[in-house]
T-cell receptor, first 113, second 117 residues
Framework: DQQVKQNSPSLSVQEGRISILNCDYT??????FLWYKKYPAEGPTFLIS?????DKNEDGRFTVFLNKSAKHLSLHIVPSQPGDSAVYFC????????????FGAGTRLTVKP | DAGVIQSPRHEVTEMGQEVTLRCKPI?????LFWYRQTMMRGLELLIY????????DSGMPEDRFSAKMPNASFSTLKIQPSEPRDSAVYFC???????????????FGPGTRLTVL
C-alpha cells in the first residue's frame, strides 16, 4: 500500500520560476515529513523536513508546507536553478516509529535554463 | 567520513544465482536501513537494524531475501535465488539516534544497481 503518494512523476519549469512539488499521505499517524533529493547515480540526500506541529519550514530557496487536514505537503523552490534538476522524494514517519519511513515514488524535476 | 559505502555499484547476474550486496554505514550511526527503489513503488524499506540487531524485516519481499549485520560497520543483503523481478536499485542508509529518541535524517549510500537476466 502506498501510504505516501507523489502523483506527478515529472515536472518541468523555467529557470528563475517557482517549482512546486506535491505529496499526499494517507496515514494520519505520520507526524514527521521529509524531502530528499536524488541525482543520477547517487543516493538520496536529505533536503528539508517538517514536524506536524508546524505548517511551514523554510531553508533558503526551499520551503515545505504542511496541510494536516488535507494530508498534503508541498515543496516550493524559489527561484529554481538548473542545478535543482533531480528526483525529489517525499517521506513520512510516525513519532512512535521514526525508523519506519515511507517514501513516495518520486518526482523528476527539470529546470530549464 | 566517507559516508555510507555500498558495493558493488553494479551487479548483473543470471536468474537463479545468489546475489550479495554489501554496505558499510557511517561510523557511529546506530541504525542501518536497506531500501529498494523501483519505478513503480519508489523507495521501499526492506529491513532495518538497531545496534546490529534486526528490528523490522516486514518489508522483505520473500524468503529469498535475507540480511545480516555481523558488526557495527558491515551489513549484507542477500538474494538467493535471484529472479528478474528483483532487478532494482538497492540503497543502504544509516542514521544516528539523537537525544530525545528522535532519529535524525538518514544518510544514503550511492546504491547498487542490480540486473537479473
Amino acid at each position: 500500500d502506498q501510504q505516501v503518494k507523489q502523483n506527478s512523476p515529472s515536472l518541468s519549469v523555467q529557470e528563475g520560476r517557482i517549482s512546486i512539488l506535491n505529496c499526499d499521505y494517507t496515514n494520519s499517524m505520520f507526524d514527521y515529513f521529509l524531502w530528499y533529493k536524488k541525482y543520477p547515480a547517487e543516493g538520496p540526500t536529505f533536503l528539508i523536513s517538517i514536524s506536524s506541529i508546524k505548517d511551514k519550514n523554510e531553508d533558503g530557496r526551499f520551503t515545505v508546507f504542511l496541510n494536516k487536514s488535507a494530508k498534503h505537503l508541498s515543496l516550493h523552490i524559489v527561484p529554481s536553478q538548473p542545478g535543482d534538476s533531480a528526483v525529489y522524494f517525499c517521506a513520512a514517519s510516525a513519532r512512535d516509529n521514526n525508523n519506519d519511513m515511507r517514501f513516495g515514488a518520486g518526482t523528476r524535476l527539470t529546470v530549464k535554463p | 567520513d566517507a559516508g555510507v559505502i555500498q558495493s558493488p555499484r553494479h551487479e548483473v547476474t543470471e536468474m537463479g544465482q545468489e546475489v550479495t550486496l554489501r554496505c558499510k554505514p557511517i561510523s557511529g550511526h546506530d541504525y542501518l536501513f536497506w531500501y529498494r527503489q523501483t519505478m513503480m513503488r519508489g523507495l521501499e524499506l526492506l529491513i532495518y537494524f538497531n545496534n546490529n540487531v534486526p528490528i523490522d524485516d516486514s518489508g522483505m519481499p520473500e524468503d529469498r531475501f535475507s540480511a545480516k549485520m555481523p558488526n557495527a560497520s558491515f551489513s549484507t543483503l542477500k538474494i538467493q535465488p535471484s529472479e528478474p523481478r528483483d532487478s532494482a536499485v538497492y540503497f543502504c542508509a544509516s542514521s544516528l539516534l539523537l537525544a530525545g529518541g528522535v532519529n535524525n535524517e538518514q544518510f544514503f549510500g550511492p546504491g547498487t544497481r542490480l540486473t537479473v537476466l
